[in-house]
């Protein structure tokens, strides 16, 4: 085979770009073409399932490609002479171009992607997790002992977005005859994944490489995805590449990632994220596995179900239908990848008593954000709705225990770390307890504050929910807040004989000074009930409610006062309030505003309702579901 290769390609938002590789990289080259792999990246969108969500995102893996290593092919004309140069580096004494080493990173990485991207990669990795002969396939294929520690930590920790590292190995070693030359494109795709082990290299020089590797990719990503799905900003990567290395030698510690990584959280959040692309993959996911797992359990289906996923995706047929119901999102710091396959197991019991739903678990890498989604099926009926709001308020309620435990844990720390020091200052032992209970004071609030900004909001986000359930389509509503001193949800967690409602109900009456205001508020509190096995979602939010195909001054329908919430494992009860601080007949006024105004606002999934009066203030509308 020839020492070059080059490639003409036309890119929407740059313009014909010529790639030119050498080296090590046309080894890989060679190989492509062996597999015909440039014409499979060509017949595959680069965003896999979000491509059926995102229209507009046609863009293709071989374009991805084309404009990373095109990428490499300008920094290195960039950088000469300046700290970032590309130059060359020496592996076991072997020297290698800079520009060809990471561009065959590049071959290598993208080789590994399956048709539809994370849609099979995701249904691959969970059946790997669930048959032990497909997970031994992958890491059978994998001579290299640090490689195959890799695999095992991938494969068990569920780290999804790296499982097509695994893939690349495999579909190497079943593709590459050349003993050799297949040892020596392992080893130098080794130090990409793991970085200096056994081989002797420059550890600077390799560190370099692979910032430049990172760095050129995000542009990619940032470019290429974020111009074909619309987002609200793009850049212009020539520019973008030549202004790195003024960037990062004036401002010292500075790393250009500091501009892209917020650009890639964007990305993450309003297209990987987005509701309706993780629904979609989801469907995709269950379908895949439902396929896949009607094959024989033998080698030979294993690399058949393997070769599907590279040619043409594991779904045959749309028999899963599903509807995004409820997301909430944790923020935690240091999260241990080998916890996320446990958790996901974990939110399955969502479906206890309940198989008509699902929930899958993300993660944006960008935030430390843990992404949580729950979906209804087309067999999911209204009588389901308790024991899944039920099983959902359960996995909350978790959230709160290890928010407590974690707290626990840092102040048994703190607390033994401070008794030691005491003892070695103060010979008092009462005075040592005096000040280690005054610290332990502090304990509660801080539980408290961590429970608020990490939980509480996705009982809110919950809510939103429910009320989403019962509300016709064509309106929108919007739960509104104001600048004051309590907050406006709350709840109350029986098992836990945690409650926030009440606090915020006695804070609400202190600060309120309008009568109507504090009216609204005493309803609520007539209506929650001092004691309720189960949980209780409280919104003392007013909920405007809206019809936007009317004109922007008659878009507003009505609004609601307030919105109580009763869950446990045999029923359902919303109650929707509306108080009327009139002199006369306060029931009978709120009971026909409610049915002139509210009531028509409803979907079928509210039949059955009652308009209840509240004697004193107004009247409610009342939904109750039992479970059946």
Excluded at 33 to 55: P, T
Excluded at 219 to 228: E, F
Excluded at 259 to 279: A, G, S
Excluded at 425 to 432: L, P, V, Y
Aim: hydrophobic share 35%; charged share 30%.
């Amino acid at each position: 085979m020839k020492n070059t290769y080059s490639r003409k390609v036309n890119l929407s938002f740059i313009g014909n770009i010529r790639v030119n590789f050498y080296g090590i990289s046309c080894e890989l080259i060679k190989i492509y073409e062996n597999e015909n792999e440039f014409e499979r990246q060509k017949s595959m969108k680069h965003l896999g399932v979000i491509a059926d969500v995102l229209e507009s995102s046609h863009h293709s893996r071989y374009e991805y490609l084309m404009l990373q290593c095109f990428l490499i092919d300008v920094i290195e004309n960039t950088y000469k002479g300046t700290p970032n140069a590309i130059g060359s580096i020496k592996i076991d004494g072997k020297e290698y171009s800079g520009n060809s080493l990471i561009k065959t990173w590049f071959l290598l990485s993208n080789f590994g992607h399956t048709f539809k991207t994370i849609g099979d990669e995701k249904a691959l990795l969970l059946f790997t997790n669930e048959r032990k002969g497909f997970k031994s396939e992958l890491i059978n294929s994998i001579d290299d002992k640090e490689l195959k520690d890799y695999a095992i930590r991938v494969i068990d920790s569920f780290d999804y977005p790296n499982f097509h590292h695994i893939l690349t190995l495999w579909r190497v070693n079943k593709k590459v005859r050349d003993n050799s030359k297949k040892k020596q494109i392992i080893k130098i795709y080794k130090l990409f994944l793991l970085g200096k082990t056994t081989q002797r290299v420059n550890e600077t020089k390799l560190e370099l490489l692979k910032h430049l590797a990172y760095y050129a990719r995000e542009i990619a990503i940032i470019s290429i995805d974020g111009h074909n799905t619309h987002i609200p900003f793009t850049i212009n990567p020539l520019s973008t590449l030549m202004s790195v290395d003024v960037y990062e030698s004036k401002l010292k510690n500075k790393s250009v990632f500091n501009i892209l990584d917020p650009l890639v959280t964007v990305l993450i959040n309003e297209v990987y994220l987005n509701k309706d692309v993780l629904t979609k993959q989801k469907e995709y996911e269950l379908n895949s596995i439902n396929n896949i797992k009607t094959f024989p359990a033998n080698r030979k289906s294993y690399i058949e179900i393997i070769e599907k996923a590279f040619n043409k995706g594991l779904k045959e047929k749309d028999e899963i239908e599903l509807t995004h119901f409820f997301r909430f999102t944790i923020n935690q710091n240091n999260i241990k990848r080998q916890s996320i396959l446990n958790e996901y197991r974990n939110i399955q019991t969502v479906k206890r008593n309940c198989n008509s739903v699902e929930a899958s678990l993300d993660f944006n890498p960008k935030t430390n954000e843990k992404v949580y989604d729950f979906f209804i099926d087309k067999k999911f009926k209204k009588s389901d709705l308790p024991t899944f709001l039920f099983n959902i308020c359960q996995l909350l309620e978790n959230q709160i225990k290890n928010t407590v435990n974690e707290e626990i844990q840092q102040y048994d720390k703190l607390i033994s770390g401070l008794t030691k020091e005491l003892k070695e200052r103060i010979s008092s032992e009462s005075e040592i307890n005096e000040i280690i209970q005054n610290s332990l004071g502090f304990l509660s609030s801080d539980v408290l504050q961590k429970i608020n900004q990490k939980v509480l909001p996705a009982f809110r986000g919950l809510l939103s929910s429910i009320i989403s359930y019962f509300l016709d389509s064509k309106y929108t509503f919007e739960i509104t807040d104001t600048n004051i001193p309590y907050d406006l949800v709350g709840v109350s967690l029986s098992e836990l004989n945690f409650n926030t409602i009440k606090s915020n109900i006695k804070k609400a009456l202190k600060f309120e000074e309008n009568e109507d205001r504090k009216l609204e508020i005493k309803q609520i509190e007539k209506l929650v009930p001092n004691n309720y096995p189960g949980y209780i979602i409280c919104s003392m939010c007013r909920i405007n409610i809206y019809d936007f195909s009317k004109s922007p001054n008659e878009r507003i329908v009505t609004d609601i006062d307030s919105v109580i919430i009763k869950i446990n494992k045999s029923e359902l009860i919303i109650e929707f309030n509306e108080t009327k601080n009139v002199k006369r007949n306060r029931e009978n006024v709120a009971k026909k505003d409610l049915k002139d105004k509210f009531i028509q606002t409803l979907n079928d999934n509210a039949k059955g309702y009652r308009n209840n009066p509240v004697k004193g203030f107004g009247a409610k509308i009342r939904i109750k579901i039992n479970v059946t």
